[in-house]
């Protein structure tokens, strides 16, 4: 037989099946932005985005800012609007990216004043998370550092009173509504509808009586008309139950119960009741000389509802059952990556506490986010992180300066795609970095919050990614940052993307630069 003609290994054939399934890497493009600031505008302190969330569906979004105030949006894009004969005659189908408007805006919290401690709570809202939807409605969260809310957001009929008793054929701008009856509150009544304008000295006549006053008392009628407007009212208020500032909030599966976190207790709440909570994390020791780690944040599996996660600011994440007991001190899982010998600094612990966690939609994996990396953890491993994303590491001979500043304890926030391939976090100067989570993937990109968001766009480094060992099957990749720091570009502390939020089931991403929430598609 000929060895040209031999057939080609089993491994380069598994190979190049590999690289044919591997997703490409995505081309992103600007969207829309809300709140978009002029070039030399200041930026109001109260109009800072502090919080971004999508609904379950993605056909909602929620922001919070520090001023107290939650702005919804809405979908417009008619994903399904198209009828079967026009979706017939297309050829091919026409890719459309979410669209959304303005819906409403509320006053979720205001500034409040603690005298007991002398402590002032501001009305920055932490954290928002979406309810189950009924009637047509829509339920969320809101806290604040020390309350949480629980809203109801719908579409009322306005109300009008009409059918008055006075004759108002005279009047030219009486339309028959409640807002011109005021004109004869100057006058006293007498009975049957007579009016003595003598002794009030009532000068108005634009609405006048029949002689000898009227015959018959005509009752107000209340008449709901075709108008819609959206009023939010608040239902419940979860107060009095954190000794320390709240730092996240997440519901339940269930659609019943959600959970507040604060440094040291993480208490259970049911929705419909308000004045009772359940403490079932405790981390407080009895000496508080003796606290070596806070809670930062916790979040719910996604489809187990006795499942949850908490992080801590020494990097670990503790998986709890909370059907092993009413206070959860043990904990069924930890997670944790184990330092090299002789890499410790003073900074090690800092740059290790974790701020933010979310589970992947398949409740499988969970990522996390400290200050220099993301890492991706699967539930069934606990060796150490399945893959490993530098965000930050240009950053690490700046340490000291950024220890002096205050910057190295940024709180920056992380999110996972629908379909758990990609993976995405905030950094500096406006910047949010997108990385494939997929075993041999190299996408790594780097985009700015504007309109053109590949203006920052950089090389990635040529090197492929380093597997650490088969068992983990960790991938580092993203590693040094060439457009930032090694090529003297400089970065901006003070422009930081803290906030962003993937859409559940498409490829679109809502980050917040200060007061301007962009969003973009790929």
């Not at 920055?124 to 604040?144: D, G, P, V, Y």
């Not at 780690?293 to 990097?315: D, M, N, Q, R, W």
């Not at 506490?353 to 993301?374: C, E, P, Q």
């Not at 060796?383 to 340490?399: D, I, M, N, W």
Request: glycine share 6%.
């Amino acid at each position: 037989m000929d060895p040209s003609s031999s057939s080609k290994s089993p491994d380069h054939d598994d190979r190049s099946e590999a690289e044919a399934t591997r997703p490409q890497p995505l081309e992103w493009r600007f969207a829309q932005v809300f709140g978009e600031r002029a070039a030399g505008e200041d930026v109001q302190e109260v109009d800072i985005i502090s919080s971004i969330e999508f609904d379950k569906i993605g056909d909602h979004l929620a922001t919070g800012d520090r001023g107290g105030r939650v702005v919804l949006f809405e979908r417009t894009d008619s994903r399904d609007s198209a009828t079967r004969s026009e979706l017939e005659r297309q050829d091919y189908p026409i890719a459309r990216h979410p669209e959304f408007r303005y819906k409403t805006e509320f006053q979720s919290h205001e500034p409040e004043f603690d005298y007991l401690k002398s402590l002032e709570i501001e009305e920055k809202i932490n954290k928002i998370k979406w309810c189950q939807t009924a009637n047509n409605a829509l339920f969320l969260l809101s806290t604040n550092d020390k309350t949480i809310k629980y809203w109801k957001v719908q579409e009322k009929k306005v109300k009008r009173i009409s059918v008055m008793n006075l004759d108002t054929s005279q009047s030219s701008d009486y339309n028959g509504t409640a807002s011109s009856s005021s004109s004869s509150n100057s006058r006293a009544l007498l009975p049957n509808g007579g009016c003595s304008e003598k002794l009030y000295n009532c000068t108005n006549n634009d609405l006048s009586f029949p002689p000898g006053g009227c015959s018959s008392l005509r009752l107000p009628v209340v008449v709901t008309g075709q108008d819609l407007n959206l009023v939010a009212r608040c239902r419940r208020v979860y107060a009095h139950a954190h000794d320390y500032h709240i730092n996240s909030i997440s519901n339940n599966s269930d659609g019943e119960t959600f959970v507040s976190v604060d440094d040291l207790r993480i208490n259970l709440w049911n929705l419909e009741i308000s004045n009772q909570s359940f403490n079932i994390v405790d981390v407080k020791p009895a000496n508080m000389e003796d606290l070596t780690e806070v809670i930062t944040c916790a979040e719910f599996h996604p489809t187990h509802c006795h499942t949850l996660a908490y992080s801590s600011s020494k990097g670990s994440i503790r998986l709890i059952d909370l059907r092993q007991s009413a206070l959860c001190d043990n904990h069924a899982k930890l997670f944790e990556e184990h330092e090299a010998p002789g890499s410790r600094s003073f900074f090690t612990e800092i740059i290790a506490s974790v701020s933010d966690v979310k589970f992947a939609r398949d409740g499988r994996h969970i990522l996390s986010r400290d200050y220099m990396t993301l890492k991706l953890w699967d539930l069934n491993m606990d060796s150490g992180p399945v893959a490993t994303f530098q965000v930050h590491e240009y950053l690490r001979p700046k340490l000291c300066d950024l220890y002096e500043n205050d910057s190295i304890f940024d709180k920056f926030e992380c999110c996972l795609s629908g379909d758990g391939l990609r993976v995405a976090t905030g950094s500096y100067s406006n910047l949010f970095r997108v990385f494939g989570c997929t075993p041999g993937s190299a996408e790594a990109t780097t985009l700015e919050a504007s309109r053109n968001p590949m203006m920052r766009q950089v090389a990635n480094p040529t090197r492929p990614a380093r597997t650490l060992t088969s068992l983990t099957r960790a991938v580092r990749r993203g590693g040094e940052n060439p457009g930032v720091d090694g090529n003297g570009n400089s970065y901006d502390l003070s422009t930081k993307l803290l906030h962003l939020a993937w859409h559940p089931t498409e490829n679109s991403i809502a980050c917040a630069a200060a007061n301007s929430l962009y969003m973009y598609y790929a």
